[in-house]
């Protein structure tokens, strides 16, 4: 699913590990690459963004630190269970939070079979 950045900026995840930047004439150009399966990514208002990643089972950040990116896990688990794939992302700016599901990459978990 394509998001926009603060900027407006539009983003694309594909399961290969690459995010791809909609350039202004439509092109797609790589971005960055988490060397993951990545499933969705959203931006916080500072421009960091967040990638949920089923290679990894965790979600992830990337942020700019000394004109460098650093890609690093920043949510593995959830009251010590590890996470199975997270997907599905939204940030809530309001409520200081971002929500996912956690699924797994092949739709193992569910509300009855968490």
């Not at 900027?7 to 004439?25: A, K, M, P, R, T």
């Not at 949920?52 to 949510?75: C, F, G, K, W």
């Amino acid at each position: 699913c394509p998001i926009e950045d603060s900027e407006g900026n539009l983003f694309v995840v594909v399961n290969n590990g690459d995010i791809y930047q909609v350039s202004s004439d439509g092109r797609l150009e790589m971005a960055f690459s988490t060397n993951g399966q990545p499933t969705s990514i959203v931006f916080d208002q500072q421009g960091s963004s967040f990638i949920a990643d089923s290679a990894y089972q965790a979600i992830l950040s990337q942020t700019m630190n000394e004109h460098r990116m650093e890609t690093t896990p920043v949510i593995k688990d959830y009251e010590g269970v590890p996470l199975k794939g997270p997907h599905s992302m939204i940030l809530s700016e309001k409520q200081n939070a971002l929500f996912f599901t956690d699924a797994g990459p092949f739709g193992e978990s569910s509300l009855e079979n968490p």
